[in-house]
């Protein structure tokens, strides 16, 4: 899984783009067919076009895990260089944000939950698995 870089991430506007629904993400039409009219955004991955550094699928697909344990002051005190988060936690970093919310999008929304899946009266887990707001995105360093 990617590391939390909140100090060496791109500028927001060059990874995300500009966003055009219907061409680059799904627009509110497309979001209820793959959604059965949940509008969570579910689709295909590689459904649109990558953005200008080539990366599909970059900041409406849900919260997604990172590796590094989650600290309220880590940035206060941590390098500027690789911050990869405290040696040991109790819960991890969730960057992004689900639901196709420009708001959240555009900035860099960082939140934590515990590393294990929440079951609530409502959940489907059968059906789906962990939770669908829940993603991640595998990096390969080279």
């Not at 990617?2 to 927001?12: A, H, I, M, S, W």
């Not at 959240?104 to 962990?130: C, H, M, W």
Request: net charge negative.
């Amino acid at each position: 899984m990617q590391q939390d870089p909140e100090g060496n991430t791109f500028r927001l506007q060059r990874i995300i783009g500009e966003f055009l629904p219907g061409k680059n993400i799904p627009s509110q039409d497309e979001l209820s067919e793959y959604t059965d009219g949940a509008g969570i955004p579910i689709y295909p991955v590689g459904k649109y076009p990558p953005n200008p550094l080539g990366l599909y699928d970059m900041g409406l697909s849900g919260s997604e895990w990172t590796n590094d344990w989650y600290a309220s002051d880590y940035y206060s005190h941590s390098p500027v260089n690789d911050p990869q988060g405290p040696v040991k936690g109790t819960e991890k970093v969730l960057r992004g944000n689900v639901g196709g919310d420009r708001q959240y999008a555009l900035t860099v929304f960082r939140q934590s939950d515990l590393p294990v899946p929440k079951i609530n009266k409502d959940d489907d887990y059968e059906k789906y698995g962990v939770g669908p707001q829940y993603v991640f995105r595998c990096v390969i360093n080279k």
